[in-house]
Antibody, heavy 122, light 107 residues
Framework: EVQLVESGGGLVQPGGSLTLSCAAS????????MEWVRQAPGKGLEWVGR??????????EYAASVKGRFIISRDDSTNSLYLQMSSLKTDDTAVYYC?????????????WGRGTLVTVSS | DIQMTQSPSSLSASIGDRVTITCRAS??????LAWFQQKPGKAPKSLIY???NLQSGVPSKFSGSGSGTDFTLTISSLQPEDFATYYC?????????FGGGTKVEIK
C-alpha cells in the first residue's frame, strides 16, 4: 500500500525554523517527483514546492511566497522527503501535505499524505 | 501566474442529482488540469488528471472534460459520500495553482 506520513509539525515563533519530514512507503520512492502543498486554516490549497528525482538532478521549484526561506530535499536511501522552513511568518501557519507525483510528464499529483500542522505564533 | 477560477464557490444538491463544477484558467494550459476532492478534516484525494483521466480507484460517476481554458467536473449521480469540497489545479506552468474550491452541500 502506498503511504506518505508527514511529521515534524508544531508550534514555532515568528522568525523561527522548523523541518518537516515525509516518510514514503509502498512504492519506488526514487522514481517519483515529490511535492509539498499547504492549506491555511479554513482556506484553499497552495502549492509550496517540488523536488524532482535523481534522474533530473533533484532540481527543486518553489512558490514565490516561500522562495529563499524554504528548502525541499530528499533522501532516496531512507525514502524520505524534507521541508526545511526558516524565517517563518504567521502566514505560514497551515497543514502541510506531502504529495507523490505520477510518472508521466507533465507530472501530476497522485497520492497525498495526511498532513502535519504548523502553527507560527508568539 | 495562471489564475484558476472555479464556479460556483458552493452549491446545494440532492442525492441522485447530476452536478457540474466549472474551472476557468486565465490562459491556455494544454489540458494539464487536475481535480481533487477534500472532505472536512481530511487530506485531499486525487480524482482526475489531464482533464479527463480518472485516477486509479476513482468511480466512473466522476468525469472531466474541457479544453483551452474552460474545464468541467461532473458527478453523474450524487451520493452521500460525494459531499465535499472540490478543487481544480493547473500543472502546465510554475507556480502550480489551484482554484478556490467548490463546496458541495446537501440540499
Amino acid at each position: 500500500e502506498v503511504q506518505l506520513v508527514e511529521s515534524g509539525g508544531g508550534l514555532v515563533q515568528p522568525g523561527g525554523s522548523l523541518t518537516l519530514s515525509c516518510a514514503a512507503s509502498g512504492f519506488t520512492f526514487s522514481d517519483h517527483y515529490m511535492e509539498w502543498v499547504r492549506q491555511a486554516p479554513g482556506k484553499g490549497l497552495e502549492w509550496v514546492g517540488r523536488c524532482r528525482n535523481k534522474a533530473n538532478s533533484y532540481t527543486p521549484e518553489y512558490a514565490a511566497s516561500v522562495k529563499g526561506r524554504f528548502i525541499i530535499s530528499r533522501d532516496d536511501s531512507t525514502n524520505s522527503l524534507y521541508l526545511q522552513m526558516s524565517s517563518l511568518k504567521t502566514d505560514d501557519t497551515a497543514v502541510y501535505y506531502c504529495v507523490r507525483d505520477g510518472l508521466t510528464s507533465p507530472r501530476y499529483f497522485e497520492v497525498w499524505g495526511r498532513g502535519t500542522l504548523v502553527t507560527v505564533s508568539s | 501566474d495562471i489564475q484558476m477560477t472555479q464556479s460556483p464557490s458552493s452549491l446545494s444538491a440532492s442525492i441522485g442529482d447530476r452536478v457540474t463544477i466549472t474551472c476557468r484558467a486565465s490562459q491556455g494550459i494544454n489540458n494539464n488540469l487536475a481535480w481533487f476532492q477534500q472532505k472536512p478534516g481530511k487530506a485531499p484525494k486525487s480524482l482526475i488528471y489531464a482533464t479527463s483521466n480518472l485516477q486509479s480507484g476513482v468511480p466512473s460517476k466522476f468525469s472531466g472534460s474541457g479544453s483551452g481554458t474552460d474545464f468541467t467536473l461532473t458527478i453523474s449521480s450524487l451520493q452521500p459520500e460525494d459531499f465535499a469540497t472540490y478543487y481544480c489545479q493547473q500543472y502546465n506552468n510554475f507556480p502550480l495553482t489551484f482554484g478556490g474550491g467548490t463546496k458541495v452541500e446537501i440540499k
